[in-house]
């Protein structure tokens, strides 16, 4: 009961005044790149490696829309070199540069065995095809009379002329007499 109610929200301090455990100032530096959530283990880490008043002279001369940026790359550089102080971030590009070959010759194979398939599929589309039409043809070739007496066209060669096998005076026929009955030749040769 004896708490003062005030209508001041609290005042949230950054991450590297947290650190350095004073009060936040309105036009802080450091309080729109350190927020209050993480800022101070990140700042934590880039005061160890470039020291906070290096930090604030690099970021007066940087133009405000890229101070950002700066802080990011401070940040994950200082976290390389606390994780790993011989090779700092070359460690990390070097296994990302890994994983892109690794992921590059996975992708190989992936489309190597894509194309395979394709291949493989029309393959397989084009034998049941042509085994289709083999089964067609025996099938019309065995069952149909007519499919006997065709004449294959392109392989069939003419020895005899039209005009001539047309002509009445070349055949060895009698002309036929519509006076005289019909006579079978067949009927003579048997009596």
């Not at 990140?42 to 906070?52: E, M, S, T």
């Not at 102080?85 to 296994?95: K, M």
């Not at 894509?114 to 065995?142: D, E, F, G, K, P």
């Amino acid at each position: 009961m004896g708490k003062l109610i005030t209508s001041q929200s609290p005042i949230a301090f950054c991450g590297a005044c947290k650190f350095f455990r004073r009060k936040c100032v309105p036009g802080c530096i450091f309080a729109p790149h350190f927020g209050s959530d993480q800022g101070a283990t990140k700042f934590a880490a880039v005061h160890k490696v470039f020291g906070a008043s290096n930090v604030y002279k690099l970021l007066l001369n940087i133009p405000v829309n890229r101070r950002h940026d700066a802080v990011v790359t401070m940040s994950c550089q200082a976290q390389a070199r606390l994780s790993d102080p011989v090779y700092e971030c070359v460690s990390t590009i070097h296994s990302l540069q890994q994983q892109v070959e690794s992921l590059q010759a996975e992708l190989a194979i992936v489309h190597a065995q894509l194309i395979n398939s394709r291949l493989a599929m029309a393959n397989a589309l084009q034998s049941s095809s042509s085994q289709q039409m083999a089964v067609l043809q025996s099938t019309y070739s065995h069952n149909s009379a007519a499919s006997n007496n065709l004449i294959n066209i392109p392989t069939f060669t003419s020895n005899f002329d039209i005009a001539s096998e047309t002509d009445p005076s070349s055949r060895s026929l009698k002309p036929l007499r519509l006076s005289e009955p019909f006579h079978d030749e067949d009927e003579d040769e048997d009596e």
